[in-house]
């Protein structure tokens, strides 16, 4: 056992690994420096796209909700509420 080194090594002669996940000192996780703010969100024509056509499919799937017809109400609505909470809205936050 070799006493010239205090750091701890993973037996290959390397340090061993920090849980910082890569992240230098002082920096703020994910990325950036503290000092320089809040980022604000930026979003494309894709995101807005995307979530204009997830509030028009919530309004389509709430309107047939609505309806007398049986199968309107239980097959075609929560398909298209699902389809928008579940995939439109996420991409349109994402993208």
């Known amino acids: 056992m070799s006493k010239g080194n205090p750091r701890k090594t993973t037996g290959r002669g390397q340090p061993a690994a920090h849980s910082t996940y890569g992240a230098e000192e002082g920096s703020v996780a994910w990325g950036g420096n503290a000092a ?15 979530l204009g056509s997830a509030a028009l499919l919530l309004i389509a799937g709430y309107v047939a909700l609505a309806s007398s017809s049986p199968a ?20 349109g936050l994402i993208l």
């Open 72 to 91: 309107l109400s239980t097959v075609v609505a929560p398909i298209l509420l699902v389809g928008a909470y579940v995939v439109l809205i996420p991409l």
């Open 36 to 50: 320089d703010g809040p980022r604000a969100l930026q979003f494309t024509v894709l995101n807005w796209a995307l």
